[in-house]
Each structure stands twice: as C-alpha cells, then as structure tokens.
C-alpha cells in the first residue's frame, strides 16, 4: 500500500487499523488520539523524504503504535 504524495490519510479517534502489507508514506498519515495501529510481524511502515507520519494523542487517550 502508498500513500501518495498530496493525500492525507487521517485515522479518527477510536480506530483501530491492522497492516497485513507493507505501507509507504509519500503523503500524511496521522494517528488521532484514541487510534491503534497494529504492523504485522515481517510487515514495515516507511516513510520517505517529503512524508510525515504524525501520531497525535492526547493525555489520559495515547495513540498506540505497535508490532505484532
């Protein structure tokens, strides 16, 4: 999966995303407060030059990256 260049994705509060492939961020992708974003075993999230991948909790409502 990709992301391209000028496209924002952004994952609301509560969400919980899995990645079952690989992901490229060429464009934004943002974790809300509240949001889960799981990255199976042997999967990767890059992000190259001109990417932003932006994890935006809050106190007391964490958004959580992690691997599986």
Do not use: H, Q
């Not at 952004?10 to 490229?24: C, D, H, K, Q, S």
């Not at 809300?32 to 809050?58: C, H, Q, Y």
Request: a negative charge.
């Amino acid at each position: 999966w990709t992301i391209p260049s000028g496209v924002s994705v952004i994952v609301r509060n509560g969400a919980r995303i899995t990645l079952n492939g690989n992901l490229t961020v060429s464009g934004s992708f943002t974790l809300e407060a509240g949001t889960t974003l799981e990255i199976a075993n042997g999967r990767t999230l890059s992000v190259p030059a001109g990417g932003l991948f932006k994890i935006d909790g809050a106190d007391g409502n964490a958004a959580i990256p992690s691997m599986e």
